[in-house]
T-cell receptor, first 115, second 112 residues
């Protein structure tokens, strides 16, 4: 069964450094998403992406964040200058994009720790 | 008022028990309601979704929506140790399935 994959599984970085989290969505899916989950807190929506542009974004997704689909398979989340509070689990998801009743398939997540 | 609130748990039940997991939501315009299951160190996976009010059954799982009280429930019959996970209710925000608002999750442990 096709699945969303994410790399790396864990990332440790110093405050102020840039990180890029990578995702390979399911191949025939058209919508891509990033969510994050700070330890002990809710899963929170960050951004959705369709047709090579941001479709929706939350208040969390400020100027330090960017997303990109650099090629036909990868979808990336870049955090330009990491802060301590960016430490979280980051989930990528994808969906077919045909309508409202559709499933978002989540990847296993990347655990980011900012020191 | 928070958009989605979920009983925090944790919940521990013996194998075979009926489990009831619950969420409340604030916006009466919400139409789609989802339950995700998240195993430790994994991403959320969709378990069930329902549209509007009523029940939906899938094997041992039943999702129920009461729009009059803005209450959604997930029932697990004959619970198994393999059901041990965190259960998250999720509601698409702003009328779109694209932006999910999750509850805080209820951690369920089914004891053999």
């Amino acid at each position: 069964e096709p699945e969303v994959t994410q790399t790396p599984s864990h990332q440790v970085t110093q405050m102020g450094q840039e990180v890029i989290l990578r995702c390979v969505p399911i191949s025939n899916h058209l919508y891509f998403y990033w969510y994050r989950q700070i330890l002990g807190q809710k899963v929170e929506f960050l951004v959705s992406f369709y047709n090579n542009e941001i479709s929706e974004k939350s208040e969390i997704f400020d100027d330090q964040f960017s997303v990109e689909r650099p090629d036909g398979s990868n979808f990336t989340l870049k955090i330009r200058s990491t802060k301590l509070e960016d430490s979280a689990m980051y989930f990528c998801a994808s969906s077919v994009g045909r309508g409202l009743e559709e499933t978002q398939y989540f990847g296993p997540g990347t655990r980011l720790l900012v020191l | 008022q928070k958009e989605v609130e979920q009983d925090p748990g944790p919940l521990s039940v013996p194998e075979g028990a009926i489990v009831s997991l619950n969420c409340t939501y604030s916006n009466s315009a919400f139409q789609y309601f989802m339950w995700y299951r998240q195993y430790s160190r994994k991403g959320p996976e969709l378990l069930m979704y329902t549209y509007s009010s009523g029940n939906k059954e899938d094997g041992r799982f039943t999702a129920q929506v009461d729009k009059s009280s803005k209450y959604i429930s997930l029932f697990i019959r004959d619970s198994q140790p393999s059901d041990s996970a965190t259960y998250l209710c999720a509601i698409p925000s702003r009328g779109s399935a694209r932006q999910l608002t999750f509850g805080s999750g209820t951690q369920l442990t089914v004891l053999p």
